[in-house]
């Protein structure tokens, strides 16, 4: 069965780093892109940015650049999100998603066929 | 970047009724980049058309979508329980969009 299982939630102080992880199973990691999307408490969905596992090639929304890494392991099929220094406004559920499609050749159909159940980041003091 | 805009923010329907939800873009796009999603509370999207108008594995036949350039639409043909959520149409072409989402509501 092919499933993105994602990380326990995290409650975290301001300031403090964080990685959450995505492992994928049932299909081949390496084939297909990996994105990472915020949802904050209340509010729509927001595209933060997306990985092939292949060759780590990554892209970032302009509004995520700088603010959050994104990585993989491919020996253990598995990605990545990282902050390294959490503010109030990160508190947010995560979750990664596999895109199907090319993300570099034009014509193709693209979409985000399988999702994980989400990581609930807390950021307080 | 390529901005999404979904209309009406919130459809108050009854079961039986047809849902019809709008997703229009600040310019014209391939429609094999346009997606929907269904989220429930609690729950992550899921996808339920691709390519503007296909169908995604196990989605019933009442969920259609068409379109094409900048105007595209998700309909319900009649509204089942289950059906009651959150809709997001996505697009993917030089960045990932998502629209703010139209709640389909119980009336």
């Known amino acids: 069965e092919e499933q993105l299982v994602q990380s326990g939630a995290e409650v975290k102080e301001p300031g403090e780093s964080l990685q959450i992880s995505c492992k994928t199973s049932g299909y081949t990691f390496t084939d297909y892109w990996i994105a990472w999307v915020r949802q904050m408490p209340g509010r729509g969905l927001e595209w933060m940015g997306i990985i092939y596992p292949g060759d780590s090639d990554t892209r970032y929304s302009p509004s995520f650049q700088g603010q959050v890494t994104i990585s993989v392991d491919k020996s253990i099929t598995t990605a990545y999100l990282q902050w390294s220094s959490l503010e109030s406004s990160d508190t947010a559920i995560y979750y990664c998603?596999?895109?199907?499609?090319?993300?570099?050749?034009?014509?193709?159909?693209?979409?985000?066929?399988?999702w994980g159940r989400g990581t609930l980041v807390t950021v307080s003091s | 970047e390529i901005v999404l805009t979904q209309s009406p923010g919130t459809l108050s329907l009854s079961p039986g009724e047809r849902a019809t939800l709008s997703c229009r873009a600040s310019q014209s796009v391939s429609s094999t980049y346009l997606a929907w999603y269904q989220q429930k509370p609690g729950q992550a999207p899921r996808l339920l058309i691709y390519g503007a108008s296909g169908r995604a594995t196990g989605i019933p036949d009442r969920f259609s979508g068409s379109g094409s350039g900048a105007d595209f639409t998700l309909t319900i043909s009649t509204l089942e329980p289950e059906d009651f959520a959150v809709y997001y149409c996505q697009l993917f072409d030089s960045s990932v969009s998502f629209g703010g989402g139209t709640k389909v509501e119980m009336k």
């Open positions: 998603a596999r895109h199907r499609g090319s993300v570099i050749i034009t014509g193709s159909t693209r979409y985000f066929d399988l």
